[in-house]
């Protein structure tokens, strides 16, 4: 006797079907990505970097009295006793004797998704440094940007601070993390194990649930990167929130300012909530000024000639003061220090006269314009003005800062 046994017809298209469950909006392209970066944005996380022109691409201020063209990017003579910003969002400060230089640069091998880096360049020394002294690469960053942490309160998340450092000489460097009060530290080393070459330093910061940090437009935080410091400086309390004022590092601290042949260079500076480091995240170019910008611009003519925005229109005004208005390109920070920048004056226009001027007579701001009144010629009150901003002797550059 034969036995058949029959089996149903199996459809492996089909039971391939029977799997594919529903993955959301942009699920299956999440599933695809090659990395959390693209996944992070896919769903809109937005920013993840709260540093600002991390890779010191954008450099707004080149046309500083201080500054020179050298190479491929503006360099900055950085003096004893100078405390400013420099590239966009960076404040470097000398408390030395010793002088060095600071630049923006592309000539050198760079880490991947990078284009640019800071090079600091030590051209004159100070070889013994007084016990309060020091010099530090830092930024400020603001509260709205930093609350997402949750410092101060119960719900505070750990940071990772991450960058590329290339040293020329190797040794123990570090900085410092510190509330706008500058009374509560988190100070942290990274090591350069071989000379001129780049490096990956990652840091992990504990969160921080008992102090004041600002989460409106005022300073959040400040991230330092030392130099070099005097002993009042120097702790042993490494990678712990405590209170006091130091910079660095007891640990074999290295002396930037002890050699004229010794260079730092840093790219990719990134700090972000969560206890990975990420790759550095890249920003459009225009994404990066935008951000720059909420804190500084430029508008007008640097130089004589005729690269300028050409004729800068106002009213009359009713006066011999005629009434000159702004907008800015992005809501800044605040309502901003305005300074007019020119050789020795700048031109006003109205009617069929001229005035040479020298500063504005009264200016009225707000976070997204201003209002600047600026003497005309006499006899001219209720004439159209304007200021020829780009060409003669009589140029005009005016700078707009709401900095931290």
């Known amino acids: 006797m034969v036995i058949r046994v029959s089996k149903p017809e199996f ?14 909006a942009f699920g299956s392209q999440m599933l695809e990505s090659p990395n959390r970066n693209e996944a992070a944005h896919m769903i809109g996380l937005g920013r993840r970097n709260l540093l600002i022109n991390g890779g010191f691409n954008i450099n707004q201020r080149k046309y500083s009295s201080r500054t020179s063209s050298s190479g491929n990017g503006s360099l900055y003579n950085i003096t004893g006793g100078i405390s400013e910003y420099q590239f966009d969002g960076w404040n470097i400060n000398n408390n030395t004797t010793g002088v060095f230089t600071a630049q923006n640069l592309s000539a050198v091998p760079l880490p991947p998704e990078c284009s640019k880096y800071l090079e ?9 440094l007084g016990s309060t002294q020091y010099a530090q690469v830092a930024q400020q960053i603001e509260g709205y940007t930093f609350q997402q942490a949750g410092f101060g309160t119960r719900h505070a998340k750990p940071l990772t601070l991450s960058f590329y450092h290339r040293h020329s000489v190797a040794g123990t460097y570090g900085g410092v993390l510190r509330n706008a009060a500058a009374n509560y530290n988190f100070v942290f080393e990274y090591t350069q194990t071989a000379e001129d070459v ?13 102090q004041s940090w600002d989460n409106t437009n005022g300073v959040a935080i400040r991230v330092s990167f030392s130099l070099c410091n005097g002993s009042s400086h120097i702790t042993s309390n490494v990678g712990k929130w405590f209170s006091g004022t130091y910079y ?5 601290q290295m002396n930037f300012m002890n050699n004229t042949n010794n260079r ?3 790219t990719a500076m990134q700090m972000e909530v969560g206890r990975d480091a990420t790759p550095f995240e890249y920003l459009p170019m225009q994404t990066q000024m935008a951000l720059c910008q909420r804190y500084y611009w430029e508008w007008g003519n640097e130089s004589n000639g005729s690269n300028g925005p050409g004729r800068w229109v106002g009213s009359g005004n009713g006066a011999t003061t005629p009434l000159f208005g702004i907008l800015f390109p992005h809501e800044m920070r605040a309502g901003p220090t305005i300074t007019p920048r020119y050789n020795s004056s700048f031109n006003v226009y109205q009617g069929n006269s001229t005035s040479a001027q020298t500063g504005f007579t009264s200016v ?15 006899g001219h009150g209720t004439s159209s003005a304007w200021v020829d901003i780009g060409t003669g002797s009589g140029h005009l550059l005016i700078t707009f800062s709401a900095e931290l």
């Open 248 to 252: 660095h590092t007891s640990n074999r």
């Open 198 to 210: 780049w490096e990956k330093a990652v840091i992990h910061i504990h969160p921080e649930t008992t």
């Open 264 to 266: 730092m260079r840093f």
């Open 120 to 128: 600091l360049a030590c051209t004159t020394t100070d070889t013994s």
């Open 364 to 378: 009225t701001t707000s976070p997204t314009s201003a209002r600047i009144n600026i003497n005309g010629p006499s």
């Open 11 to 24: 459809n492996l298209r089909d039971k391939l079907t029977q799997l594919d469950r529903p993955v959301g």
